[in-house]
T-cell receptor, first 113, second 118 residues
Framework: DQQVKQNSPSLSVQEGRISILNCDYTNSMFDYFLWYKKYPAEGPTFLISISSIKDKNEDGRFTVFLNKSAKHLSLHIVPSQPGDSAVYFCAASKNTGFQKLVFGTGTRLLVSP | DAGVIQSPRHEVTEMGQEVTLRCKPISGHDYLFWYRQTMMRGLELLIYFNNNVPIDDSGMPEDRFSAKMPNASFSTLKIQPSEPRDSAVYFC????????????????FGPGTRLLVL
């Protein structure tokens, strides 16, 4: 049972445009959410996170939005760059045993020049 | 720091053989995690350790899988006997301890071991 779902396996965007990656979760006990980026032949690297007490967190070109009532979060990348082409994983954790992250299946983003 | 180190980077073996994956976490990190990545299920947590003690192994698929952490700088994930469905990329990650949940400590991932069981 996938508690964290990324329903779009891939997304193609033109350079300079906005990329929007979506993530849905089913467990209402999740209270912290993270996005990781993964390049081929490398391990995932942390990108940005958000606590459930917020609905938005911004870091440069990256913004994560959280809609708790819909159990939905999204990652916005503006403007998109070719170097952003990677697989993006959404992850969630609960207050108890919070070191345990539950990941989604990932979305492959391709930013074309 | 060299980051999380995993070996081997690639492993090809035949069904029924024993496979041992190795991980060296970042020095000073108290937590160590083993993940498996597949297309169908994404990144799955198999087991994690805190101060060398297994905390949660509920993600270990079956008894064929075992993990150990004999000291703070080394961990192994063993599959015996291996099966074709074990083919995946296995990641090790580590993180520091957090006394309070003010900020989720980032997990740092190794480059992974790509396992192919024929």
């Amino acid at each position: 049972d996938q508690q964290v779902k990324q329903n779009s396996p891939s997304l193609s965007v033109q350079e300079g445009r906005i990329s929007i990656l979506n993530c849905d979760y089913t467990n209402s006990m999740f209270d912290y959410f993270l996005w990781y980026k993964k390049y081929p032949a490398e391990g995932p690297t942390f990108l940005i996170s958000i606590s459930s007490i917020k609905d938005k967190n911004e870091d440069g070109r990256f913004t994560v939005f959280l809609n708790k009532s819909a159990k939905h979060l999204s990652l916005h990348i503006v403007p998109s760059q070719p170097g952003d082409s990677a697989v993006y994983f959404c992850a969630a954790s609960k207050n108890t045993g919070f070191q345990k992250l539950v990941f989604g299946t990932g979305t492959r983003l391709l930013v074309s020049p | 720091d060299a980051g999380v180190i995993q070996s081997p980077r690639h492993e090809v073996t035949e069904m029924g053989q024993e496979v041992t994956l190795r991980c060296k976490p970042i020095s000073g990190h108290d937590y160590l995690f083993w993940y498996r990545q597949t297309m169908m299920r994404g990144l799955e947590l198999l087991i994690y350790f805190n101060n060398n003690v297994p905390i949660d192994d509920s993600g270990m698929p079956e008894d064929r899988f075992s993990a150990k952490m004999p000291n703070a700088s080394f961990s192994t994930l063993k599959i015996q006997p291996s099966e074709p469905r074990d083919s995946a990329v296995y990641f090790c990650a580590s993180s520091r301890n957090t006394a309070a949940r003010l900020h989720q400590e980032t997990q740092y991932f190794g480059p992974g071991t790509r396992l192919l069981v024929l």
